[in-house]
């Protein structure tokens, strides 16, 4: 019993030689009345009937699908793909083809979509880029212009507009330092020099030479009760170090006055150790979890940027993270607080 929908090449002219061939071998018998003759004729028309039917069907049908393969994979056909053309294809009924090349679509459906989200990412970096050092350059605009309008006579504006041009131009060199930060991480220049180290001692360094940006707002950051046992991580100290003062830089920017800053290390196996730094702070909408460790990107713009900061702190936490081969992520509710974690490697690599 043929399967109608899944019929080979050879099957499908089978099928139409048989019909033929009986159809004159049944025309032959009632015309000139030999069994013999009527035999002789359906026997040899199935034989070229078959052969023909075949043939046409891989030069002409299995032709095409061929060229459909070729446009699919837009390559020139190797041994191997010829070798797949010549035995492979002829034996795929059209339905398999049809799947082949549905499949072929949603891919390609697939790739579109993800060069029109990077289109998306790419125009809004851009356009933040372009605000970054638009604020800054045009303040310093401003002061100059004023100052060569007659405001330099004044020796108290004079001071202070060129105190405001200074924060201004250390801002822009921050931004700078930041993207040749991003970009050495993201090229591979940046080179990491691993070491044995203790990562509760240099969670403590941080929280000290952070203390006064943390007692300003009464925040009080420490290790978890329970976590305080010496575990060692193998990794750049002094790029740890920078991913730890960010972290619990951002923890202090919005967290609750009063608040609370809590680190915790845990060793999930002989090989990883976790570590997260949590907040008691304002926390982040979910719509924005996934996308706070973008470039510029910034839950509140117009209350992150009074914040300071050039909104690439979590960006180049990230790229260190995975220059050492291991990942970040987050978990945050409104009003409750967020929670930023990363591993690190325990032994030598």
């Known amino acids: 019993m043929f399967n109608l929908k899944n019929l080979s090449p050879s099957q499908v002219s089978a099928v139409l030689a048989l019909a033929i061939s009986a159809l ?3 025309a032959n018998l009632i015309l000139v ?9 359906f026997l040899v028309l199935f034989l070229v009937a078959y052969l023909l039917i075949f043939y046409f069907l891989q030069q002409f049908i299995y032709r095409r699908i061929k060229l459909i393969y070729k446009f699919i994979y837009q390559t020139k056909a190797t041994k191997r793909e010829e070798f797949y053309n010549k035995y492979i294809i002829p034996q795929k009924s059209i339905d398999e083809v049809k799947e082949d090349v549905e499949k072929w679509a949603e891919q390609r459906q697939g790739e579109i979509e993800v060069l029109q989200k990077n289109e998306a990412y790419r125009k809004e970096f851009l356009q933040n880029l372009a605000h970054e050092f638009k604020t800054p ?3 310093i605009q401003g002061y100059v212009d004023t100052l060569l309008g007659g405001a330099m006579e004044n020796p108290e504006v004079r001071k202070k507009f060129l105190e405001n041009t200074s924060r201004n131009v250390d801002r822009l060199v921050n931004l700078m330092n930041d993207l040749d930060e991003i970009s050495r991480l993201e090229t591979g220049e940046q080179v990491l020099y691993r070491q044995y180290f203790v990562i509760q001692d240099l969670i403590r360094e941080v929280i000290e030479s952070l203390s006064l940006k943390l007692n300003q707002k009464q925040i009080v950051a420490s290790i978890k009760k329970g976590c305080e046992s010496p575990i060692y991580v193998f990794a750049d100290k002094e790029k740890i170090r920078q991913v730890l003062i960010n972290l619990i830089e951002n923890g202090s920017k919005y967290g609750k006055p009063g608040g609370t800053i809590v680190a915790s290390i845990y060793k999930t196996d002989e090989f990883k150790v976790l570590i997260e730094i949590r ?3 304002i926390g982040i909408e979910e719509e924005h979890l996934h996308r706070i460790f973008e470039r510029f990107y910034r839950t509140d713009k117009a209350r992150s940027r009074d914040k300071g900061g050039t909104g690439l702190g979590l960006a180049i936490c990230k790229h260190i993270i995975e220059a050492h081969g291991e990942s970040m992520h987050v978990r945050s509710k409104p009003d409750v607080g967020t929670t930023i974690g990363f591993t690190l490697s325990a032994h030598k690599e």
């Open 137 to 139: 350059i045009f303040a």
């Open 279 to 281: 907040d008691d702070g």
């Open 24 to 26: 004159v071998g049944l």
């Open 33 to 41: 009345k030999s069994w013999l003759i009527a035999l002789a004729s």
